[in-house]
């Protein structure tokens, strides 16, 4: 198993920036690419940005692009997000998942990909 533990979520103003992280822990060995995801209320989640593990191909929404980045730190098996020139639209509670090594191809924008996730953290923007 994995688990997983985000943080850096809060209240910021429309603009203003955010960095996420989200700490693996356990079978690390066994992820092949880590994600965010977020769900506003109402709403279905979302993908929002992916990195493979190894090579750290990354992958976004295209509502994110150019605003958010994901990046990794190996060593300490952490994802970040760092989210700029956030906009009240992005307000939600972010997710981090785990894809573990598998024979089929990965998609990193499908809810099923992932095998693990963490308990979220809310992000509010403010207008």
């Known amino acids: 198993q994995v688990q997983l533990v985000e943080s850096g979520g809060g209240l910021v103003q429309a603009g203003g920036s955010l960095r996420l992280s989200c700490a693996a822990s356990g079978r690390t060995f066994t992820i092949y690419a880590m994600a965010w995801f977020r769900q506003a209320p109402g709403k279905e989640r979302e993908f929002v940005a992916a990195?493979?593990?190894?090579?750290?191909?990354?992958y976004y929404a295209d509502s994110v692009k150019g605003r958010f980045t994901i990046s990794r730190n190996s060593a300490k098996n952490t994802v970040y997000l760092q989210m700029n020139s956030l906009k009240p639209e992005d307000t939600a509670v972010y997710y981090c998942a785990v894809a573990q090594y598998r024979y089929s191809a990965y998609d990193p924008l499908v809810l099923n990909e992932y095998d693990y996730w963490g308990q979220g953290t809310q992000v509010t923007v403010s207008s």
């Open positions: 990195i493979r593990w190894s090579g750290g191909s990354t």
